[in-house]
């Protein structure tokens, strides 16, 4: 392949056969495991929403059970986003407030406790987020904290280690309440768990073990998200779902999903996994996303550091002996 041919024409998709597919993919799961319908938790974002319509196509409106599962942290755009999806779709949804029990396990407070150890002065009324520095500039990779006064003024601060593991390990707190919910409308109704994970997330280790990356099925993890996007589109999803920016929607404050984890914007970061996935040298992904060369080389090397430390996320529970008489399928 040349430097010429590596562009966004690969990842073009035949929509109506991919549609097709993964509709035929989630039937013949629920026959397989018996069950009824479809459970999905819907952010207003490009994933949840193409698992939302590509459910409604697979098994009908009637059995696809929505959820909107906001909490204090949450976007305003969240909730109304996927509101407008469900009715869209013609899905009757159930909206739950985690706040109150992400309030009562502690994870707003082990939260705080760790950003106060940088900004002793910070409370619930102020703002924050983690974002990523260093890796795509050849560096080590580190993360810096940035809070948000109520009067508007941003600060910042280098994270420390510990700080930074406790901030995360209390926002995980989000991921894993929203999961336990939707098994128990999955459990309710005899349903399957819809899980929403891209190719790139999935690869990436961007999940949550046991939270978000807890699932019956995932019908779109092998779909780039420029793939997702045009799902979306030819699907006729609502214009403000099709030109959404991807974003944690964990944080108080807004964060891009290329502050906290990627090395590139979704679009670049899409091509740039295609290309190493199919042996393409760093000088071509240099010259097709117009990067330096240096950069291109550091953005193979994040992607393979990235699968090698989130093995364990993929992992089942391990076993000291095998039972043979149970063969869980792959």
């Known amino acids: ?11 073009e998709l035949d929509c109506e056969r991919e549609i097709e597919k993964i509709c035929s993919a989630l039937q013949d799961y629920n026959r397989k495991y018996r069950r009824r319908g479809a459970v999905i938790a819907m952010s207003g974002g490009i994933d949840s929403s193409v698992c939302a319509a590509l ?4 098994f ?3 059995r696809v059970q929505a959820l909107l599962l906001p909490e204090q942290d949450s976007s305003q755009s969240s909730s109304s986003l996927g509101g407008m999806l469900a009715k869209h779709l013609g899905l009757e949804y159930i909206a739950t407030d985690l706040s109150p029990t992400l ?7 082990w939260r705080d406790e760790a950003i106060r150890t940088l900004f002793p002065d910070y409370q ?3 703002k924050s987020k ?11 990779h580190y993360f810096r904290l940035i809070v948000q006064t109520p009067d508007g003024e941003l600060l910042e601060k280098r994270l420390p280690h510990k700080a930074y593991l406790q901030i995360v390990a209390a926002t995980n707190f ?3 309440i929203r999961k336990t919910i939707e098994y128990f409308h999955a459990d309710r109704l005899n349903y399957s768990v819809i899980g929403t994970p891209n190719r790139v997330e999935y690869d990436q280790g961007f999940f949550v073990k046991n939270g978000d990356g807890s699932a019956d099925i995932k019908p779109i993890a092998h779909l780039y998200k420029t793939q997702v996007y045009a799902l979306a589109r030819h699907m006729n999803l609502p214009e403000a779902i099709c030109t959404t920016t991807p974003t944690t929607d964990t944080y108080s404050l807004p964060q ?3 502050e906290f984890y990627y090395a590139l914007p979704y679009d670049k970061m899409d091509l740039a996994l295609w290309a190493h996935n199919h042996g393409i040298s760093a000088e071509e992904l240099a010259q097709a996303l117009d990067i330096e060369l240096e950069q291109a080389k550091l953005v193979y090397a994040d992607i393979e550091a990235k699968r090698n430390t989130t093995k364990y996320m993929h992992a089942r529970p391990s076993l000291v002996e095998p039972v043979s008489e149970i063969q869980p399928d792959s």
């Open 1 to 11: 392949m040349t430097s010429s041919s590596l562009g966004k024409q690969v990842l």
């Open 55 to 58: 459910c409604t196509k697979a």
């Open 124 to 126: 619930q009324d102020w």
């Open 130 to 140: 983690i974002v990523i520095s260093g890796g795509a500039k050849g560096g080590f």
């Open 174 to 176: 989000k991921q894993r």
């Open 256 to 258: 891009g999903q290329d």
């Open 60 to 62: 009908g409106p009637g």
């Open 103 to 109: 309030e009562a396990i502690g994870c707003y407070q």
